[in-house]
């Protein structure tokens, strides 16, 4: 193997090589830290509630069980689950070792000790790990289409490289690396043409050369890239475009496919190219990204409208009632995303993964944090039967409630991981300051060429748009503060050291300050949030002639619980008052819009689904306020009816 030179590891789920082709560099988590606020209270609550709720659920599937049967003969279950539930256990370790950085936990750390006795020794002594092959039900690399190996093999080397960034314990990403030098001896130097059907294991290779410096990582992951597209995994019963195997990805202008996979793929793309600095590859995903957030992205950031074969539909393909958007798929589009910023510096990235996470992200999970979508409508026409108590459903079931758990539990750990890393996207910085792309109680560290800089953000967020910026600590030279200025903010304000300034967004949407900053300096950035109306594309048929609520980066719905208000009528009158009030009673106090809209009157409609157009019903209908509630709050207070997008009122 070749080694390059040794770099300074960034403690993040993406740290770049010094050197490589970055805009932007990230900050370490612990340099860059949620101080306070809803993202600090839902780190709190996914150590308190939704990690031991993981681990209760991981024995009740089975997943440590398929580990143990293989060692310990008193262990005599069957394996139970999916071909790729390794994976539930190593996302959850993730989640975990990320988690650590915020402080120990014994009990955390005797389940990631008895992970790993129990993982080495499954593990075989060439490095292959998988339960559903050791289990005898498949043979090695047998199933490429279908059999996940190698992307369980990627979660397993993403856990233990956060355990290690985190807690400087090597011991999980040691079994990770074995794994990672037996692929390389099978699939390496291109012994093997195939690939696996579900991208991840690339990003994780690249991110395991980033740790190591062996090169061979490196170029299997591009291996694995440069073969799909090429027709190599199989049909299986979607078709190669579900695997995004028709086109190879240099010349792919669009997503297709299954969203998660498409996405974890271009994740592992970019990767590559902050790496070798291939142009081809950072363009066909930025390409790729333009196509999907133009034509193919909900607005609450959620993407993948198809049920069937969890995938990407046609441009404007968009419905909101038979929306799929599963939660996976909208945290790899903040991975994506998050590349793409590194790479380029645009806020466009920022500002979609500010938009997922206040909305289909947040969404996912209950305010308990103990139950998940893992389907994510943006309408529900009828109360559906609330999900089952201790069950858990199949994905596409979509209950009335957020279910404990899935069939197939990918989201749950994936929502974990991400809460636990979100520290790393908050911040980057480049080598004239720092750059601030998500606004949130938090302290930001770095060290620039003539010593180390750190700044305090306090601010109501996104609640209220006022961001209050303290330089912590500074230098005697001048250097940058950039501030993004979400695309959605028409008015912002800037005041630094007690001064109005004008407001200057550069081309890459951020308002940049450069001046000798001394600590205490402050910076105020006032982004201005009124309630606003917002219509799709008019391309997007199922939304045609209807609008949403917005309100600074929080997309609102209407909901309906127990049936007060008759969702199929309701109507907005644009051009009304938009009224933000703050609902204590709601949630233990949360915003909401208030507006002037009407029920329609349908009864001369009754018995008819048509009519000629010369002789529509005139459209009448009574005054009615309604109440829209932050979409990620839906679904909480029992089975409902919920939507986005409502018509605009028409007098006739
Ligand atoms: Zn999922």
Redesign the pocket.
Known sequence: MTTDAPLDEIVAPCSPRSGARLALRPISIGRARVTGGYWARWQRDNRAVTTPHALRWLEKDGVLDNFRRLVDSSVTAERRGWVFCDSDLYKVLEGIGWDLSRGPSAELSAFVAHSVALLEQVQGDDGYLNTFVQAGLEQRYANLTRGHELYCAGHLIQAGIALTRTTGDESLLAIGRRFADHLVAEFGDGRRGDTDGHPEIETALVELYRHTRERDYLDLAKQLIDVRGHGVIGAGPFGPAYFQDTVPVRDQHTVVGHA?RALYLLAGVVDVYLETGEDALLHAAQSQWRSMVAEKTYLTGAVGSRFEGEAFGDRFELPPDLSYG????S?AGIMLSWRLLLATGDGAYADLIERILYNAFSGSTSVSRDGFC?VNPLQRRSPRPAAPAGGKPL?TDAPGTRAEW?D????PP?IMRTIASLDGYLATTDDHGIQLHLYTPSSVHTELAAGEVAVSVATEYPEDGVIAVTVERSITQPWTLSLRVPSWCHRPALIVAGEHVPVERDARGYVVVERVWAPGDVVVLDLPMPARVTAAHPAVDAVRGQVAIERGPVVFCLESVGGELDLDTVELLVGGDLRVERDEELFGGTTVVRLDGRLRDDSAWQGVGWSDVSEIPASSGRPQEVTAIPYRLWANRGPSTMRVWVPAAHTG
């Open positions: 998660v599963e939660t996976c798929a945290i893992y994905r899935f197939v539990a990918c989201c994936n």
